[in-house]
């Protein structure tokens, strides 16, 4: 018999879910939507559900579907039609039916996804077993053959995570490769050979110094996944091996769009605005791609400098070639010391990007690291800052660029579809972009230092290299067992001034110093007109102070967003 999914509201925004397997097994999950996992239903639960009841996979998606399902059917047009403004009211309301198209796309691809776990979850066998690391959650589990009608290709499921399965076919490899749906037209690979991951084992442990970083991510084996790329062209889509329903989980998307930086959003918001970053660039599509799914690992403490976190940092690095870290010099036995630049200071024409005067003033004896990020995102919005920065009128320039800077969408932005809109319209601005780089430079730069033997950084930055390393301190901040963060300089800050900062200094042994001056008109103009309003840090100081977040006021110093580095002093 087919299998079945649907989605219905029990009571306002209460949802009940349930999935038929093909077989006849049934599982129910119910919950209110602002809920970031539910619970099973159990009067509909059976011994013949049992292997569906356990599958976080397969639970995950479920409810990753319901609540995209209710997100494209409870959206009211109140709040458009009420704008006086016919064009306002009219933006509204295309803002809204692209909402609703895109959650249906969520919705339409996480049912897939838990319709092919259930059917293969729902009857394994008990002596067809493989024992290898899978390419899903990157565990070393038992993967549990699927008992499927004669005739149909093979698939096993990981008794870890629930994902479907099947041997990596290289030759003498024990590992498992992601089962992709249906049938399977191209040879199937673990993470070792399409170089998700440079290695299972390596992937688990630290690396050494800082600049050892290198050799850690050198492969273990070939990319055998190349050859089928080059065999087939067009006609294969390869992805990273991070599995969907891993990536799904409203748990997880719930953490990230709660996370200060990412938006600070709560509840139903904070689950939508989580699985939007997830998805990224993808959403659209239905997808759930890298343009922001590392946020992940700053979501997921124990992902820190494990092989998820592994996965993530490798699929970045294909994404920014740029990316490196340089030691600038060795030290004399000084805490380790961290800089990043932002847009319009990374090129400052010598090695140090401009900050050797004011660390060697403060820290003369520590080694010095240069994290070079975004070269593409950064030029991309230096060619759009350069022609605002210092004016008011530029402000408008960056309005007309941002899809959310207009006061129809900006009104929406509390709708429950509205974070999920923003990440798919903003997808190709260049300071979105840049921002979102950041993000994720922050999130690969604190799981590699999780994976270092130091015991304590020092973390500078300036602007949107600030920003990346305020994200660097709250991924290791979800690390209990990680380094310290001795101090955090951030000077320019491009990031929301006011939010729950305690995820930003919970890694931090002294204070996190906020340099920020009223005279930064590119946080003022710029920086404003696209966030929609919001005040930067870096123009007033984060809000609220306390004893390891302190603001230093710089306004007499400093008059342009790039003048921190030569006039400021270091606490």
């Known amino acids: 018999m087919p299998g079945s999914l649907h989605a219905h509201v029990i009571d306002g925004t209460r949802l009940r879910v349930e999935v038929v397997s093909d077989q006849g097994a049934k599982l129910a999950l119910v919950g209110d939507f602002a809920d970031l996992t539910p619970t099973l239903d159990e009067s509909e639960v059976g011994e013949a559900a049992e292997g569906l009841r356990s599958n976080s996979a397969l639970r995950s998606n479920m409810w990753a579907y319901a609540k995209a399902w209710y997100a494209a059917r409870a959206t009211s047009n109140a709040d458009a039609l009420s704008l006086a403004d016919p064009e306002e009211q009219k933006a509204a309301l295309k803002v809204l039916e692209k909402g609703r198209r895109i959650a249906q796309r969520q919705a339409d691809a996480y049912a897939k996804i838990a ?27 038992e993967h549990r053959k699927s008992n499927r009608p004669a005739g149909q290709l093979p698939v096993y499921v990981c008794q870890s995570c629930g994902s479907a399965t099947l041997p990596c076919v290289a030759i003498g490899c024990a590992n498992m490769a992601v089962r992709e749906r249906g049938a399977i037209n ?5 993470a070792e050979h399409r170089h998700d991951i440079s290695g299972f084992e390596k992937a688990q442990g630290p690396f050494g110094e800082l600049h050892d970083y290198e050799e850690y991510l050198e492969y273990e084996k070939p990319n055998l996944n190349m050859g089928v790329k080059i065999a087939v062209g067009s006609a ?35 689950t939508a605005h989580g699985l939007a970053l997830l998805g990224g660039g993808s959403l659209a599509a239905g997808g759930l791609g890298m343009a922001g799914g590392t946020a992940v690992v700053a979501a997921v403490g124990a992902a820190v400098g494990g092989t998820l976190g592994a996965s993530v940092a490798n699929a970045y690095l294909g ?31 010598e090695k140090w990007g401009g900050w050797k005067t004011i660390v060697d003033e403060r820290y003369p004896d520590s080694p010095v690291y240069r994290v070079h990020w975004g070269a593409k995102e950064l030029r991309d919005f230096g060619v759009l800052g350069a022609n605002v920065v210092g004016t008011a009128g530029g402000a ?18 509390g709708n429950v579809i509205g974070p999920a809109m923003v990440a798919a319209d903003l997808a190709k601005n260049p300071w979105h972009v840049a921002k979102n780089r950041a993000d994720k430079t922050g999130v690969i730069l604190g799981d590699l230092l999780a994976r270092t033997t ?23 901040g979800s690390k209990p067992d990680g380094p310290r963060i001795q101090s955090a300089h951030l000077l320019g800050t491009a990031v929301g001034a006011k939010s729950d900062w305690g995820r930003l200094t919970a890694a931090v042994e002294d204070a996190v110093y906020g340099y920020h001056s009223a ?12 966030q929609v309003g919001e005040a930067a840090a870096g123009l007033g100081g984060f809000r609220p102070e306390s004893d390891k977040l302190q603001n230093v006021d710089v306004t007499e110093h400093v008059k342009t967003h790039f003048e921190y580095q030569d006039n400021v002093t270091l606490v």
Request: proline content about 3%; hydrophobic content about 50%.
């Open 519 to 530: 005279d930064d008109n590119v946080l003022r103009y710029v920086y404003t007109a696209a």
């Open 319 to 349: 994404e920014d070639r740029s990316f490196r870290i340089e030691l600038l010099r060795p030290g004399k036995g000084g805490v380790p010391v961290v800089v990043a630049n932002g847009f319009l200071t990374d090129g400052k024409g």
């Open 454 to 476: 130091a015991d304590s950084y020092v973390l500078i930055g300036h602007s949107l290299g600030a920003r990346a390393m305020v994200v660097a301190a709250e991924t290791l």
């Open 236 to 270: 294969v889509a390869v992805g990273i091996a991070i599995p969907l329903g891993f990536l799904a989980a409203p748990a997880i998307g719930g953490a990230i769009g709660g996370l200060g930086l990412f938006g600070g959003y709560s509840g139903a918001a904070a």
């Open 396 to 413: 408008l320039v960056l309005r007309g660029a941002a899809a959310v800077a207009n006061r129809a969408a900006a009104k929406l932005l």
């Open 115 to 141: 319709q092919w776990i259930a059917d293969v979850a729902d009857d394994v066998s008990l002596l067809d077993i493989q024992t290898g690391w899978c390419s899903s959650c990157f565990t070393k589990s």
């Open 186 to 190: 191209v040879p199937q690979f673990c």
